[in-house]
Every structure is written in structure tokens, then in C-alpha cells.
């Protein structure tokens, strides 16, 4: 291989070399505004095709949410973006420089992309403050966390989140006396102590009250900008009291996008899911 040829191996937007991979994490190029790019995904499951020729695109900074049916594929994306899913063809990039297929589930995560499942899962015996301390981003091998001794920035980065998350009062409440909605924060916030750039949240008003609902639809507009949200909901109310952007997902691949007003009177949504 001459040097001509070198050049553009090392040049090469799919590439993610090996050294690169042993960082504590891959710095996203957002130099296009674009930080999640799905382009033409497909997957298969026992003949069942999930997710068929998909293409999204999410901006860096935005706040999405993606509706549709039961069986339209939202789960199965998420799981094509966090690395839990291979797809059978099709690229996925987080930003313009970071290969998300040639990434494992823990080097996507370090890369910068949190997910928050419907059910929450926080350390029920521990406080929030422990809870948020355990999630800090870090070496998490068993000696390093046991010796561990917080110093003053990472005390800091705690009350802050226990800020966004409204949990100052809790901080040392044990987390499974928390209500349902607030475990939902704490576990939001568990991911923010990663300091994601991506979010992806999974029905995260299912089984809350009206109050919850209110407070979780501040908590995740006000994480717009900083960070780029994509919620997942069934909630029509919810969504429409966040939506910014909405894209309807149907059989596998984008039936509809753009304002709630605009995909509401989409008459192929109406159809297939809104009609419902």
C-alpha cells in the first residue's frame, strides 16, 4: 500500500481505530450539525423484518419524539443505536466520525449515548446520593471504585444533577422509597452523571401521575440544547406538551415527520396508528 493509499485509509469516515477504542471516550464530530445518522437499516427476526430501510437523522442539540404503532420497530431501533442489535444492512453513525457498528454496547456508551428503559432500574438500597455517586463516570473495576474518594468537582457534578432532577430533599433517601416518577428522575439522572451527548428515553410517563408527567416533560425540555433527547412515547398528551419534532415510525421505517400539528393530520397516520 503506497502513502496516497494510506491517506485515505486514515481518512476513511467509517474508520474507528483500535487505539482509539481504549479512551475514556470517542469525541463526536458534530461539525455538521447531524449527530445521529440511520441510513438505510434493516433487520430481521425469524422472517419478520422489525426495522426496513430505515433513514433518520437526528440534530445535535434536539429534542425528538418518535411514535407509532406496537410493533413499528421504535424498541429495535434503540437497540440498533446502543449496540444490543446488529442490523442485517445499513450504517449507523454517531456524528460523522464514530462507526457505531464497529462499536461493543460498553464503547457506545462510553462514546457518549445513555438509554433509559420504560422500567426504571435504580439501586433500591442505596441513597440517590449513592446512587448518582455509583453511576459516576469512571473506572468501575473493583478496587478502584472501593478505594474511591470523591473530590470536590464530582461533588459538585452530583448537586447539580440532584438540581435538574429536583431531588435536593432526597439526596439521602434510600431510592426504593421513592414514588414511581422519581425513581424515573434519579435513574435519568444516573445517566446524566455520564455525561451523555445522546439520551434515548423509553416511555418515561408510563404509570406516573398527572403532577409527574408535568415535571418529567420540564426535566427533558430543559435537557434539550445541552444534550440531544429522543423520547419514545404512546402518550399523545405528553408528546404534544414536548414535541418539538415528531417522527411516526410504521412497519419498520419513517411513515411521517415534522411538527405534531403536521403528523395529527397526516392522513396515513391517522390510518395506521392515531386512528386507532
Known sequence: MNSLDNLRE????DRVFDFMLQTTGL???????????LEDISVSFDGFKAINDLNLYIDAGELRCII???GAGKTTMMDIIT???RPDK???????NINLMQLSEPEIAQAGIGRKFQKPTVFESHTVFENLELSMAGDKRIWPTLTAQLNGIQRDKIDEVLEIIALQEQRNLYAGALSHGQKQWLEIGMLLMQSPKL???DEPVAGMTHQEMDRTAELLTSLAGTHTVVVVEHDMDFVRSIARK???????????????DEV?????VIEVYLGE
Do not use: C, W
Open 264 to 268: 395529527q393530520a397526516d392522513p396515513r
Open 246 to 260: 415528531v417522527t411516526v415510525l410504521h412497519q419498520g421505517s419513517v411513515l411521517a415527520e415534522g411538527s405534531m
Open 83 to 85: 449496540g444490543k442489535t
Open 199 to 201: 439520551l434515548l428515553v
Open 27 to 37: 469525541e463526536v464530530d458534530l461539525s455538521h450539525g447531524t449527530i445521529l445518522y
Open 10 to 13: 486514515v481518512m476513511r469516515r
Open 68 to 70: 407509532g404503532p406496537n
Open 90 to 96: 445499513g450504517s449507523a453513525f454517531f456524528g460523522q
